[in-house]
C-alpha cells in the first residue's frame, strides 16, 4: 500500500536547537510538497520539488528553513535554529505531475512543539 | 494567501442528516479538488472536479462547480460518525510548468451518532 511516510511523528524541542523532519515520497512520484499547517494560519506551503530540484520555497523563512531532497526516496526540512512560533504540524505531500489533476497524497505528518 | 474558503467554518449534524459544504475561490481554475482530514492525520483526496465539469458524484460525496461564481459546494448524503473530520477544498489555478494547489481553511464537521 503505496503512502507518504514521515518521521518523526512528534517531535519536542527547545527554543534554539536544530530540527530535521524526513519525508519519503510514494515511489514513482516526482513532485514533493512540505507544508505547515497552524490553527490560525490553516495549511501554508514551504516549498516544492520536481524531480528533486527546488522549484518554489517562497513560502518559508529563509534565515532558518531549509529544504532538500538528496535523492528521490528521501525530502528534508531543516529548521535551524527553531523558535517557539515553529510549533505546528509539518505535512510533506508527494504527487506526480501529469497523471490525473494535481493530486497530492499527504504523510501524517511531525508534530513540532518548539519550547 | 488562501485561494479557497470554505463555508461553514464549522457544521455539527446529526448521524444520517446530509451535510453540505461550500467553497469559494478567487481565480481561474483547471480543477478543484476536496479533502478529508481526520483528526491527527494527513490530509487524504476525495474527488477531484475539472472546470468544464459541473457535478461529480462518488458514493455518498455529491461535489457542484459553478465557475461563473467560483464557488463549489460538497455534499455528504447520510452521514456517518465516521464522516466526523476537516474538509477542505484546494484550487488548481497553476499554468504550464506550475504545481501548485491552494487550500482553504476548511469546514469541521461532526456527525452525532
Known amino acids: 500500500d503505496a503512502r507518504v511516510t514521515q518521521t518523526p511523528r512528534h517531535k519536542v524541542t527547545e527554543m534554539g536547537q536544530e530540527v530535521t523532519m524526513r519525508c519519503q515520497p510514494i515511489?514513482?512520484?516526482?513532485?514533493v510538497f512540505w507544508y505547515r499547517q497552524t490553527m490560525m494560519q490553516g495549511l501554508e506551503l514551504l516549498a516544492y520539488?520536481?524531480?528533486?530540484?527546488?522549484?518554489?520555497d517562497s513560502g518559508m523563512p529563509k534565515d532558518r528553513f531549509s529544504a532538500e531532497m538528496p535523492d528521490a526516496t528521501l525530502a528534508t526540512l531543516k529548521i535551524q535554529p527553531s523558535e517557539p512560533r515553529d510549533s505546528a504540524v509539518y505535512f510533506c505531500?508527494?504527487?506526480?505531475?501529469?497523471?490525473?489533476?494535481?493530486?497530492?497524497?499527504f504523510g501524517a505528518g511531525t508534530r513540532l512543539s518548539v519550547l | 494567501s488562501q485561494q479557497g474558503e470554505e463555508d461553514p467554518q464549522a457544521l455539527s449534524i446529526q448521524e444520517g442528516e446530509n451535510a453540505t459544504m461550500n467553497c469559494s475561490y478567487k481565480?481561474?481554475?483547471?480543477?478543484l479538488q476536496w479533502y478529508r482530514q481526520n483528526s491527527g492525520r494527513g490530509l487524504v483526496h476525495l474527488i477531484l472536479?475539472?472546470?468544464?465539469?459541473r457535478e461529480k458524484h462518488s458514493g455518498r460525496l455529491r461535489v457542484t462547480l459553478d465557475t461563473s461564481k467560483k464557488s463549489s459546494s460538497l455534499l455528504i448524503t447520510a452521514s456517518r460518525a465516521a464522516d466526523t473530520a476537516s474538509y477542505f477544498c484546494?484550487?488548481?489555478?497553476?499554468?504550464?510548468?506550475?504545481?501548485?494547489?491552494?487550500f482553504g481553511k476548511g469546514t469541521k464537521l461532526s456527525v452525532i451518532p
Open positions: 505531500a508527494s504527487g506526480l505531475r501529469g497523471g490525473v489533476g494535481n493530486i497530492q497524497y
Open positions: 515511489l514513482g512520484h516526482n513532485t
Open positions: 520539488f520536481r524531480n528533486r530540484a527546488p522549484l518554489d
Open positions: 481565480t481561474s481554475i483547471n480543477n
Open positions: 472536479i475539472r472546470s468544464n465539469e
Open positions: 484546494a484550487t488548481d489555478a497553476s499554468g504550464a510548468g506550475s504545481y501548485q494547489l491552494t
